[in-house]
């Protein structure tokens, strides 16, 4: 890939490339994880890979939020946020380079 920006479509084409598995199944495999991911994380379930990261839920707390144009104050009820954190191994082989 060129840009510094790599699609679903690019990454199911390598896949493909690499293993040989039809672009279609690969293609059905990539959107199952994606899903599968996903459902944890709405049901609270946080999703571990060794040596590459894992996707959390993060609780954000109730808090207190200002609009400084209008001088008014609003309140943020705590809430999830899906987030990835990567492997300390991940990370160092990214700095790296």
């Known amino acids: 890939c060129s840009s510094d920006l790599m699609t679903k479509a690019e990454v199911v084409n390598e896949i493909s490339e690499r293993t040989g598995v039809e672009k279609t199944i690969v293609q059905e495999t990539v959107e199952s994880f994606f899903t599968i991911v996903k459902s944890s994380l709405i049901k609270g379930e946080n999703v571990y890979f060794r040596g590459f990261g894992s ?11 200002r609009n400084i144009s209008k001088n008014t104050q609003i309140t943020i009820p ?9 492997s300390k191994t991940f990370v160092e082989k990214v700095k790296k380079g």
């Open 78 to 86: 705590a809430h999830n946020i899906p987030k990835f954190k990567p």
């Open 55 to 65: 996707f959390v839920v993060q609780h954000r707390a109730q808090k207190i939020a």
